[in-house]
């Protein structure tokens, strides 16, 4: 269970709080969606709970199963679970993707306890999770995120998240910059890694993402705070009546 | 997947531990400290030369008694005395130069294995090249293997000291043929008193059987290395080369100043690669090696061909600028370099390809790392002689820096005196920056492995030219000297 308690953050050496107090608890086993107007700190909220290091917390806490994560690195809480599938992805030139998911799934297996794979367990699990995502090995040839389309980088986002097995996802407007039939294959690999062992938080401006990845629980995220809370309904009201009552808040 | 293998082995090492930093502990014939007329006839002496080296060092000597060091390089250090140096150290009983394998010393034997270097001529397991290893201790050489083989095809690979005694008509040729004895400061230093290095002759139409590599290992207190290495390739022949360096920590700083010429004649092609591994100093910049090196490729027959390959992690200064001149027509000259500074460490290195042939051509990548306190220089030069018609370059320059207290600098210049020349430059330069290190950490790498990946990313282009035995060992250099880069 993921428990943010009275989350206060603001950007390192700025004086302006962007998150003036979040609450907000998501049950494992639960897909909460995040919405909220431009500004509203959702992107910061997600910042925050990966750990960013040009963030700071100023109050509260984040409890993951119990546990503050607020001390641990970014590298830390991924062994603990925590994933963030970026909205902009980062390009790495000169690093093939294959070389990129097995060093990351090996240090965090390593971090678990875990043996690491061998090469060719490793190829048989990406091949394996990559068809679900249309995602070829040749393309996982290629450096990193570098020249991708946007539908290949949010592909290759949900990829790592299926290969990684976190346990806390959060994703970060993961629509953005998708055309429909790429919303519907990355909504597809985001719906298959639904369980009852892990919690997901959805950020987004659009309800119409939570046609495809239905949460359990809506929430509005305005002027730093959690200022409405409902159910799938919510996101449908939303999309007709728009931010304007929460902007003015 | 050897960035893999590269965050494995980062992991086993302690932050600021030099692993070749250790010392033999062995008995050494020095010369007297300092430098005149008698120490260069005391070296003469020791090495057996005839008549006609002794008065070449001799006037190299008086040559480099009339100039200046050089000041234009970004680099900065205290006043080096030339008389404070010995200039001549060899482990006592290979004073005579090279013996064969069983002779050796066995302290010197076990120095190499401990330095990953294997002296020993074993039978080598399916699908590994085998190479053949001049060791050079301090100012000598103190084996050479493999050699008996690389005679069967023509090959000639021993000491420079061997090749002076054994060919000196070879030598007497071509030494200082490229790179003049009075070309600048450290290369006439260097020709007054050069101890040791290796000589290659590659006989017309031969493809060298072997990989070739010569280990420079700087041990004695005190002195300086001055190593001298000759490469030969007649027409039609082809040749790779490695060289490799080490030296003990010390807090005190030693002079390396080496120089190499090769010599590529008619469709002959040498490539040259060298991972340069000197101490670099402590982490507060005390001791290290100074390593200014000149090093020149004189592509002298039409379709020649000289690439120069370097990986530079070591040294507290570095000064070099392996360069080609393009003589013959249709004659091709590469230099691709990853050059990583960390600490207080300092580098001004970059080529010069001088175009003097008609459609000539040359190719420069440069990979510049920096952090720490550390300065990194590019500097290269490419030029174009008037009857130089067609002469193509291309540059690409690309620093990286961490953190915020070292420098990158590029400085390029480029001299076209022929309408016909194409010449394109481009530059970057660039910091890991914070989003890429995040975005690494998320996924779980620690700082170190994502630095390492980062890096490894962005001088692969460079890092695919070594020859595939030491590609592998390089990425973990790479990784090793970054540490304690980043937090």
């Known amino acids: 269970m993921l428990e943010i308690k009275n989350l206060h953050a603001k950007i390192v050496e700025e004086d302006k709080p962007i998150l003036k107090g979040v609450n907000l608890t998501v049950p494992t086993g639960e897909v909460h969606a995040i919405m909220g107007p431009n500004g509203s700190g959702k992107s910061t909220l997600a910042y925050v709970?990966?750990?960013?290091?040009?963030?700071?917390?100023?109050?509260?806490?984040?409890?993951?199963?119990?546990?503050?994560?607020?001390?641990?690195?970014?590298?830390?809480?991924?062994?603990?679970?925590?994933?963030?599938?970026?909205?902009?992805?980062?390009?790495?030139?000169?690093?093939?993707?294959?070389?990129?998911?097995?060093?990351?799934?090996?240090?965090?297996?390593?971090?678990?306890?875990?043996?690491?794979?061998?090469?060719?367990?490793?190829?048989?699990?990406?091949?394996?999770?990559?068809?679900?995502?249309?995602?070829?090995?040749?393309?996982?040839?290629?450096?990193?995120?570098?020249?991708?389309?946007?539908?290949?980088?949010?592909?290759?986002?949900?990829?790592?998240?299926?290969?990684?097995?976190?346990?806390?996802?959060?994703?970060?407007?993961?629509?953005?910059?998708?055309?429909?039939?790429?919303l519907g294959v990355v909504s597809d690999g985001v719906n298959a890694l639904r369980s009852p062992d892990r919690a997901m938080l959805v950020i987004t401006h659009y309800q119409r993402l939570l046609n495809h990845i239905v949460p359990d629980r809506v929430h509005v995220l305005a002027n730093g705070v959690i200022q409405r809370s409902g159910d799938k309904e919510l996101a449908l009201e939303l999309e007709r009546s728009g931010y304007a009552e929460y902007r003015a808040a | 997947m050897a960035t893999v293998e590269t965050i494995e082995q980062v992991k086993q090492i302690d932050v600021d531990q030099y692993k070749y930093g250790f010392e033999t502990d062995i008995e050494s014939v020095k010369a007297p400290k300092g430098l005149d007329e008698d120490i260069i006839r005391f070296i003469s002496q020791k090495k057996g030369e005839p008549q006609w080296?002794?008065?070449?060092?001799?006037?190299?000597?008086?040559?480099?008694?009339?100039?200046?060091?050089?000041?234009?390089?970004?680099?900065?250090?205290?006043?080096?005395?030339?008389?404070?140096?010995?200039?001549?150290?060899?482990?006592?009983?290979?004073?005579e130069g090279p013996k064969s394998l069983d002779e050796v010393d066995p302290q010197l034997l076990a120095t190499y294995e401990k330095l990953g270097i294997p002296l020993a001529e074993q039978e080598v397991l399916a699908g590994v090249k085998k190479v053949a290893v001049d060791a050079v201790f301090d100012s000598v050489s103190v084996v050479t293997t493999f050699k008996e083989e690389l005679a069967k095809a023509g090959v000639i690979f021993c000491s420079i000291s061997e090749a002076v005694r054994e060919h000196p008509e070879l030598v007497r040729k071509y030494l200082g043929s490229v790179v003049p004895k009075s070309d600048n400061y450290y290369a006439a230093l260097n020709s007054a008193v050069f101890t040791d290095g290796s000589f290659v002759y590659i006989p017309e139409g031969v493809r060298c059987p072997m990989e070739l590599s010569t280990y420079f290992r700087i041990n004695e207190r005190g002195t300086g290395q001055f190593e001298r290495t000759l490469i030969i390739a007649e027409k039609g022949s082809h040749v790779s080369y490695l060289e490799g360096c080490t030296a003990p920590m010390r807090d005190e700083n030693q002079l390396h100043a080496a120089v190499v010429e090769l010599i590529a004649l008619e469709d002959a092609e040498i490539k040259y690669s060298t991972?340069?591994?000197?101490?670099?100093?402590?982490?507060?910049?005390?001791?290290?090696?100074?390593?200014?090196?000149?090093?020149?490729?004189?592509?002298?027959?039409?379709?020649?061909?000289?690439?120069?390959?370097?990986?530079?992690?070591?040294?507290?200064?570095?000064?070099?600028?392996?360069?080609?001149?393009?003589?013959?027509?249709?004659?091709?000259?590469?230099?691709?370099?990853?050059?990583?500074?960390?600490?207080?460490?300092?580098?001004?290195?970059?080529?010069?390809?001088?175009?003097?042939?008609?459609?000539?051509?040359?190719?420069?990548?440069?990979?510049?790392?920096?952090?720490?306190?550390?300065?990194?220089?590019y500097r290269g030069l490419v030029s174009a002689h008037r009857k130089a018609t067609n002469a193509r370059n291309f540059t690409q320059c690309d620093s990286l820096l961490i953190g915020d207290r070292c420098g990158a600098h590029t400085v390029p210049y480029i001299e076209a005196k022929n309408s016909s020349a194409h010449f394109e430059h481009e530059a970057t330069t660039s910091k890991i920056s914070?989003?890429?290190?995040?975005?690494?950490?998320?996924?779980?790498?620690?700082?170190?492995?994502?630095?390492?990946?980062i890096v490894n990313g962005f001088v692969r282009d460079v890092l695919q030219?070594?020859?595939?035995?030491?590609?592998?060992?390089?990425?973990?250099?790479?990784?090793?000297?970054?540490?304690?880069s980043v937090g």
Not at chain 1, 72 to 97: C, K, N, S, W
Not at chain 2, 68 to 76: D, H, I, L
Not at chain 2, 337 to 352: E, L, P, R, W
């Open chain 2, 434 to 453: 914070e989003d890429k290190l995040f975005y690494c950490m998320q996924r779980g790498l620690s700082e170190e492995e994502a630095v390492a990946l």
């Open chain 2, 53 to 95: 080296l002794l008065d070449w060092r001799l006037d190299a000597f008086e040559r480099w008694r009339t100039m200046k060091e050089p000041t234009w390089a970004r680099v900065s250090y205290p006043k080096i005395d030339f008389q404070e140096l010995h200039y001549y150290s060899a482990p006592k009983g290979v004073e």
């Open chain 1, 49 to 182: 709970l990966a750990g960013r290091s040009d963030y700071e917390v100023t109050e509260g806490d984040i409890l993951w199963n119990g546990k503050s994560i607020l001390e641990m690195t970014p590298d830390e809480r991924a062994a603990e679970g925590v994933f963030l599938a970026f909205q902009y992805p980062m390009e790495i030139p000169g690093v093939a993707g294959l070389t990129f998911l097995r060093t990351a799934l090996n240090s965090i297996r390593r971090k678990r306890g875990e043996a690491e794979l061998t090469t060719p367990e490793f190829m048989k699990l990406v091949r394996e999770k990559g068809s679900q995502l249309h995602i070829d090995i040749e393309m996982l040839k290629r450096p990193v995120n570098v020249g991708f389309s946007g539908g290949e980088k949010k592909r290759s986002e949900i990829l790592q998240m299926a290969l990684l097995e976190p346990t806390l996802c959060v994703l970060d407007e993961t629509d953005s910059g998708l055309d429909i039939d790429a």
């Open chain 2, 465 to 484: 030219q070594l020859p595939m035995e030491f590609m592998a060992e390089t990425q973990k250099l790479i990784g090793i000297s970054l540490e304690g």
């Open chain 2, 275 to 377: 991972v340069q591994n000197w101490y670099p100093g402590d982490s507060e910049g005390k001791g290290g090696i100074y390593n200014f090196v000149t090093k020149r490729g004189d592509c002298r027959g039409n379709n020649s061909k000289i690439s120069w390959t370097q990986v530079e992690t070591g040294s507290a200064i570095t000064w070099k600028y392996p360069s080609c001149i393009l003589r013959g027509d249709n004659s091709r000259g590469e230099f691709y370099s990853i050059a990583i500074s960390n600490g207080y460490q300092q580098v001004d290195s970059g080529t010069k390809m001088i175009h003097l042939g008609k459609n000539t051509s040359s190719r420069i990548v440069s990979k510049g790392i920096a952090a720490g306190f550390s300065e990194n220089t």
